[in-house]
């Protein structure tokens, strides 16, 4: 059950307040059914199973990359993940 806005009496208040608070908790309503288009529901799902990692790279590597993303109209990120993903394809058949 959603929980009562309190009467907050100024922006500045509210503005704190919703710092500080989860809209989520004060949400009212019915959820709502989406439909989504047959690609985005595919790569949604497929983004579940990711998780965000951090690399440290030498600015000339990023520079590089980027370069041959651009030459094959795709995000860098999206290049730098097949060839990682090559990689290990490459190294679990030896």
Do not use: C
Not at 25 to 39: F, H, I, N, T
């Amino acid at each position: 059950m959603a929980k009562e806005i309190p009467d907050l009496g100024s922006e500045e208040a509210e503005a704190k307040f919703w710092d500080i608070h989860n809209t989520l908790d004060y949400a009212r309503g019915e959820p709502v059914g989406l439909e989504l288009e047959p690609e985005l529901a595919r790569k949604l799902a497929e983004k579940q199973g990711t998780k965000r990692v951090t690399l440290r790279l030498r600015e000339q590597q990023i520079a590089a990359a980027k370069a041959i993303a651009r030459k094959r109209d795709i995000p860098y990120q999206t290049l730098m993940r097949s060839w990682i993903a090559e990689g290990i394809e490459r190294e679990q058949a030896r």
